[in-house]
């Protein structure tokens, strides 16, 4: 069954740093998300990109945040600049259509000392 | 805001009864999804229920949805000991918007 991978599972870095997350969607979905989940608190919704453009981010992804799918199977999140407050599950998700079920990918834990 | 708020935050049952787990909303949506979590986990898709919908069934799963009272029920029936996770509803709402907006989540433990 297709599903969603992301790469790495477990990322550790300084504050300040640089991170790039990366997700496989489901090979013919056109909708990608981003959400994340502070420990023991909601999932929130980050963006959402279709069309190699974003049509919607929340109030979170600010200026420090920026997606790309930079080749036919990969979407990335960039955390240019990571603070502390930054340390959360990151889930890609995708979708085939609007509205349709959202598959989540299993998460990328980011820890930011 | 649009908001999905489940009820009760916890619960725990013993192996084999009935589980039944709410969510409310706010505002007028789309469809509105069921997600299971366990500890640290992925979110897994159980169900998606459209706004004209009443009643979805999958498995050992049972979802209604009440767009008067702006409120979706999860029922597990014959619960087992696997069925231990967080469970979120999750609503979408406009035509096309995209984003999920989840609730807090109920806690269930699934006593052996």
């Known amino acids: 069954e297709p599903e969603v991978t992301q790469t790495p599972s477990h990322q550790v870095t300084q504050m300040g740093q640089e991170v790039i997350l990366r997700c496989v969607p489901i090979?013919?979905?056109?909708?990608f998300y981003w959400y994340r989940q502070i420990l023991g608190q909601k999932v929130e919704f980050l963006v959402s990109f279709y069309n190699n453009e974003i049509s919607e981010k929340s109030e979170i992804f600010d200026d420090q945040f920026s997606v790309e799918r930079p080749d036919g199977s990969n979407f990335t999140l960039k955390i240019r600049s990571t603070k502390l407050e930054d340390s959360a599950m990151y889930f890609c998700a995708s979708s085939g259509g609007l509205p349709e079920t959202q598959y989540f990918g299993p998460g990328t834990r980011l820890l930011v000392l | 805001s649009q908001q999905g708020e489940e009820d009760p935050q916890a619960l725990s049952i013993q192996e084999g009864e009935n589980a039944t787990m709410n969510c409310s909303y706010k505002?007028?949506?789309?469809?509105l999804q069921w997600y299971r979590q366990n500890s640290g986990r992925g979110l897994v898709h159980l169900i998606l229920i459209r706004s004209n919908e009443r009643e979805k069934h999958s498995g050992r799963l049972r979802v209604t949805l009440d767009t008067s009272k702006k409120s979706s029920s999860l029922l597990i029936t014959a619960s087992r000991a696997a069925d231990t996770a967080s469970y979120f509803c999750?609503?979408?709402?406009?035509?096309?918007?995209?984003?999920?907006?989840f609730g807090q989540g109920t806690r269930l433990t699934i006593n052996p």
């Open positions: 505002t007028s949506i789309n469809n």
């Open positions: 090979s013919n979905h056109l909708y």
């Open positions: 999750a609503t979408d709402y406009d035509q096309g918007a995209q984003k999920l907006v």
